[in-house]
């Protein structure tokens, strides 16, 4: 039993680092962290491989870590370790779908050719479309909006 719930905490971590990230991404990237965000909206102001961008990924890695530890050497609080694993794999998810595949800062792979996969980069796209803090759509990754499934020209049409 006690795997089945192990599993559980993992999975509603994941889906729950959607949000998580929905938030961060709206309120954090586009708000008071902009400065670190910018480059990502304006590639022509990055120089090398790495963006400022890129140190989001430690903001989201220090919690996970905690929970690792946590989890590994505290009696009782065991359910963290499995906290922090959906931290990770939601991690991993991102980076696959937003640095690779989105962004293709990786050669990995390059043409997925489904439906979703196109969505994702229509979203993507809009939220890139504008290269300011404010008025940006599309905040997630994984859930998006209905109307990215459809093209392009029929977004406005109602």
């Known amino acids: 039993m006690s795997l089945l719930i192990n599993l559980i905490v993992v999975l ?17 990237m586009h708000g008071l962290l902009w400065n ?5 909206h304006q590639p022509h102001l990055k120089e090398g491989f790495f963006e400022k961008n890129d140190r989001f990924f430690l903001v989201f890695a220090i919690p ?7 989890g590994s050497f505290w009696a009782g609080w065991g359910l963290l370790l499995y906290i922090g694993i959906g931290i990770s794999i939601y ?6 779908i937003h640095d690779v595949y989105i962004h293709q800062r990786f050669p990995w792979f390059r043409h997925l ?14 939220h890139h479309a ?3 803090k404010e008025e940006c759509e599309s905040f997630g990754l994984l859930i998006i909006n209905p109307k990215y499934f459809k093209k392009r020209s029929t977004w406005a049409k109602r």
């Open 12 to 28: 509603a971590t994941v889906l729950a680092m959607e949000f998580v990230a929905w938030f961060a991404h709206k309120f954090l």
């Open 36 to 40: 670190w965000h910018e480059d990502h």
């Open 64 to 70: 996970s870590a905690f929970c690792y530890m946590a």
């Open 91 to 96: 991690g991993l998810i991102y980076f696959l």
């Open 113 to 126: 050719d489904n439906k979703y996969s196109k969505a994702i980069l229509r979203a993507h796209g809009a």
């Open 130 to 132: 504008i290269q300011t």
